[in-house]
């Protein structure tokens, strides 16, 4: 059973994590064959070859450390005396426009898969939390009171057909003509009744339509968010928000609007205990007043699946692409404008495995738009204009387009010097997130059980 957990927790971020390096590195690899340049090592991982093959004047290995990857091609550094490598098998002596072909390439990879697979999540379905067909508060001045429905009514089948969960009524009905009455018929104290909707009453009645309030119980947990630092758990009961009681699930966002980066304390029910955590909402976009976030989701009641054709999903991609590529990039401002701020949400291969973990969990497509948003970010972390990495060679090819001339062998050592200091200095602070992260989370859930046992609050 320990190896099967041990699994789950693992698996599916090293599949996410090496299909990413993998991609990008090909992308390097097919543009330097391609426009002539020696390919002397492909290598997923860095440091020692744990596996490794030759074919040709390529070495293949998977290597121990796994961090990354790299592609090693000829002459691309200055020789041992200072000097420049020659030939345009040689990467650093290659025309400047193949130099930047070769850069783009890796990034342009992660991107197309990005696309791909969002694409494929079309085809493959889209999950959407759904609920019973059971009806909340229905005031009698609405709609849907004067229509006939009331609280608790369940609607077991619209225009003839059966339906058994909320967004099924709404794509049922959206299957039926608008000019014909939409019959709906729905379950009460045992009974069926049958009403009928003429085609003026339809749009009011459906819109007006409320599911019963959630109870405020915590049901998914993000990995590096505010709640899980806080040692906030799945199956949680918030019972009060700096002593403002919380009945139901909607109650949550108001009572935590305003309150970003200040510490909220919540009233918790696990297990039958009732004790105090301390939590800091963040902003999701920087900027004081907006809504403020924890980091958890309702529990989910049920899940339609909602697929497309080939050519919608195409065009699902396309947006959902773009869509991810602001988000990514978006993140990365808000993280360079405020550094002291967001560095706690900067996560390596410890935080990515997690992530992965938990997408995994929540069904096939958050897993595949986790990997979608995954090659988005490294596409858009590697066009960074920093020594070392692709943004870096295509910076220095561009200089020498300007230029109209190569740069030294001296100050190509030291624009990659540079960059070694600054992604070092980026891989120490995200490495030393990543478990400091977790020891935080683990402090947390071990103070909690020691806190004062009262007695249950009534649901």
């Known amino acids: 059973m320990h190896w099967i957990s041990f699994s789950k927790a693992v698996v599916p971020g090293v599949i996410l994590l ?61 020789g041992e005396e200072g000097e420049m490598p020659g030939g345009p ?29 969002m694409v494929a999540v079309g085809m493959t379905g889209v999950s959407y939390p759904d609920f019973p067909s059971r009806l909340g508060a229905t005031p009698d001045t609405g709609a849907a009171y ?30 039926q003509p608008k000019a014909r009455p939409l019959v709906v018929v729905v379950e009460r104290e045992g009974a069926r009744r049958t009403l009928t909707l003429a085609p003026g009453q339809r749009e009011p009645v459906l819109s007006s339509l409320r599911r019963p309030a959630d109870a405020p119980v915590v049901g998914n947990i993000m990995t590096g968010m505010p709640a899980y630092k806080a040692g906030l758990k799945e199956g949680d009961r918030i019972l009060s928000v700096n002593g403002q009681p919380i009945a139901t699930w909607d109650e949550l966002p ?43 989701e309702a529990p989910r009641h049920g899940t339609y699946v909602e697929r497309h054709g080939l050519l919608e999903s195409l065009d699902l991609g396309f947006h959902a692409t773009i869509a991810l590529v602001a ?39 958050s897993y595949l738009q986790f990997l979608a948003m995954i090659n988005v970010a490294i596409m858009a972390f590697n066009l960074l204009p920093i020594p070392i990495l692709d943004g870096g060679h295509i910076v220095l090819a561009l200089l020498e387009a300007v230029r109209r001339q190569a740069i030294s062998a001296r100050g190509y050592v030291r624009f990659q010097k540079v960059g070694l200091v600054l992604i070092g200095s980026l891989f120490i602070l995200i490495l030393a997130n990543d478990p400091l992260r977790m020891l935080q989370r683990q402090r947390a859930l071990e103070r909690a059980p020691q806190e004062r046992t009262v007695a249950p609050s009534p649901p």
């Open 18 to 78: 090496g299909l990413v390096i993998f991609v990008h590195e090909l992308g390097h690899f097919l543009m330097a064959k391609r426009r002539g340049v020696r390919v002397l090592r492909f290598s997923l991982g860095f440091g020692p070859a744990m596996l490794s093959t030759r074919r040709g004047e390529t070495e293949y290995r998977i290597s121990w450390i796994p961090l990354g990857g790299y592609v090693q091609m000829a002459g691309d550094s200055p």
């Open 89 to 117: 098998e040689q990467f650093l002596s290659h025309p400047w426009p193949g130099r930047v072909l070769i850069a783009l390439a890796g990034p342009a990879a992660n991107l197309l898969t990005a696309f791909l697979v």
């Open 146 to 175: 004067r229509a006939g429905l009331r609280e608790g009514d369940r609607v077991v089948a619209v225009a003839g057909r059966p339906v058994g969960s909320w967004i099924a009524i709404f794509t049922t009905s959206e299957r």
């Open 254 to 296: 108001r009572a935590l609007g305003g309150q970003a980066d200040r510490p909220v304390r919540l009233r918790v029910r696990r297990d039958g205990r009732a004790f105090e955590i301390t939590v800091t909402p963040m902003s999701p976009d920087g900027a004081p007043g907006t809504s403020a976030r924890i980091g958890i």
């Open 327 to 365: 988000n990514v990039y978006g993140g990365m401002w808000l993280t360079v404008s405020r550094p002291l701020y967001y560095r706690e949400y900067l996560g390596g291969p410890l935080f990515i495995a997690q992530a992965a973990s938990e997408q995994a969990r929540r069904g096939l497509d």
